[in-house]
Nanobody
Framework: QVQLVESGGGLVQAGGSLRISCAASAGTISTYSVGWFRQPPGKEREFVAA????????YYGDSVKGRFTISRENAKNTAFLQMNSLKPDDTAVYYC?????????????????WGQGTQVTVSS
């Protein structure tokens, strides 16, 4: 079991960058795949990116490919989402989640552990 806490969200101008973090406040994330999901205002939650426990495989949603990079440092019990070339459409609450799965990581149904979310707002 693991408890996840996101941090690093905030307000940024379009075209800017932001890095958000997902730390384990209890337990360890080193044996879990980590995913990032987001929920824009008034919309459903959507997949952003995922990384397997050993960083061997990464996956990205179509809308963020080439702009976002997911990474992790198991020694620091933390995962990251580097977001570049941000757009107003990236405005959302961003959630990190932990899964024991190695495939199918774009589905939120495979994630048993979720953080509380961090707000990212991109101004035009």
């Amino acid at each position: 079991q693991v408890q996840l806490v996101e941090s690093g969200g905030g307000l940024v101008q379009a075209g800017g960058s932001l890095r958000i973090s997902c730390a384990a406040s209890a337990g360890t994330i080193s044996t879990y795949s980590v995913g990032w999901f987001r929920q824009p205002p008034g919309k459903e939650r959507e997949f952003v990116a995922a990384i397997t426990y050993n960083s061997k495989n990464t996956y990205y949603g179509d809308s963020v490919k080439g702009r976002f990079t997911i990474s992790r440092e198991n020694a620091k019990n933390t995962a990251f989402l580097q977001m570049n070339s941000l757009k107003p459409d990236d405005t959302a609450v961003y959630y990190c989640a932990g899964s024991g799965a190695l495939i199918g990581l774009m589905s939120d149904r495979l994630y048993a552990y979720w953080g509380q979310g961090t707000q990212v707002t991109v101004s035009s």
